[in-house]
């Protein structure tokens, strides 16, 4: 997810080349893999909110979203705020300043009716919605499944328009977990249903190769056109993510991934605004999009903000107020090394590639 808000430096469209090595790498990272890797969080959200509705009721639900999710939307757009008043300040440039009205700051520190400052934060702010709206989207499923799930694929693909949601697709894949857990879907239901969609992945990822290569601009496509192929690539990469996670399981990159979990909220914040103002930096010395050097810092800039978040949660955690503002009141974890793999027998050996919540 990352890869898609390094900064490219120009103002061309990046799609607009001619297809080199490096523009195909560039084009599976940022907009096959980063446009889609949210997809399967948002199946998940939805399969946990019904048990969560279970447990704490609405009332309980909304307040603890909004203290996990609305609270970091606004410090760290606050944080992004302050850092480019700064920077106005020390070079006088204040393009990036956001309009100081009321919509215009709703927008700034809430994504209300646009991107906010910090501007992957718009996730948190639909993923609000979509706990708020969970309750009714539960009693629609409970009854009437196949119309509810036919009416948000609808409004994935024309309600845009509507500001309910910045990415009105979140909605349906949020709904698709929760109607995965209303049916009580079993493990291997579940890995079957991948496989399915894994197939499909392939598919669509040959249709948007050729689309890059033949230089077809989204942008430039029909809406809906735009959004069913876009959905498509999404919902099948959940599958294909499915897969992955289980085919990781027990490996020793599964061990690094549990080791980074708890800094991973904390990286999804803090990257964007390091990217927007390292890669001022990072540009001087490497060049914009198209130059030799600038793989450079396409893969560099997400290691050195995943290293600033360990760094930086670690340096916040010992302050509740901070921890509370800018992780959602989660503590940092104490600070050790990677834990190493431990042996498996084949008596304990998973069986299946990924563990279920009851």
């Known amino acids: 997810m990352m890869f898609v808000h390094v900064p490219p430096g120009i103002a061309e469209n990046v799609y607009d080349r001619d297809a080199g090595f490096f523009d195909i790498v560039y084009f599976i990272f940022s907009r096959l893999l980063g446009l889609s890797s949210v997809s399967l969080l948002s199946v998940v959200s939805g399969y946990f909110v019904v048990a969560t509705l279970a447990k704490s009721g609405f009332a309980k639900t909304a307040i603890s979203k909004l203290r996990t999710l609305v609270v970091p939307l606004v410090s760290w757009n606050l944080a992004m705020l302050a850092l480019l008043v700064i920077y106005g300040l020390l070079t006088d440039k204040w393009q990036d300043m956001p309009d100081f009205s009321a919509l215009g700051l709703a927008n700034a520190m809430l994504g ?12 948190l702010r639909d993923l609000f ?14 009854r009437f499944p196949i119309a509810v799930i036919l009416l948000l694929v609808a409004y994935t693909l024309f309600g845009e328009d509507l500001l309910v949601l910045q990415r009105p697709q979140l909605l349906l894949f949020f709904a698709l977990g929760m109607w995965l857990r209303i049916a009580a879907t ?25 689309l890059r290569i033949e230089r077809v601009l989204f942008g430039h496509m029909e809406e809906a056109l735009r959004l069913s192929l876009d959905t498509l690539l999404r919902i099948t990469m959940a599958g294909g993510f499915w897969l992955l996670i289980g085919a990781m399981t027990g490996s020793r990159l599964a061990a690094l991934c549990k080791w980074l979990e708890p800094y991973a909220f904390f990286l999804f914040c803090s990257h964007a605004i390091l990217f927007n103002f390292g890669a001022i930096i990072m540009r001087r010395l490497f060049g914009n999009y198209g130059s030799d050097l600038f793989p450079v810092t396409f893969f560099t800039l997400p290691v050195i903000a995943v290293v600033c978040a360990v760094a930086g949660l670690q340096i916040i955690g010992r302050s509740p107020m901070l921890l509370f503002l800018f992780n959602a009141g989660h503590h940092a974890p104490a600070f050790a090394r990677t834990p190493q793999k431990s042996p498996q027998t084949k008596s304990d050996a998973p069986k299946s590639g990924v563990k279920y919540p009851a």
Not at 129 to 142: E, N
């Open 112 to 123: 209300l009716t646009g991107w906010p400052l910090d501007i992957p934060l718009w996730f």
């Open 186 to 210: 079993k493990p291997e239901t579940l890995d079957g249903i991948s496989r399915v969609l894994a197939i499909g992945l392939v598919v669509m990822v040959g249709i948007f190769l050729t």
């Open 129 to 142: 919605v979509c706990c708020l709206l969970s309750p009714l989207v539960y009693a629609g499923l409970k």
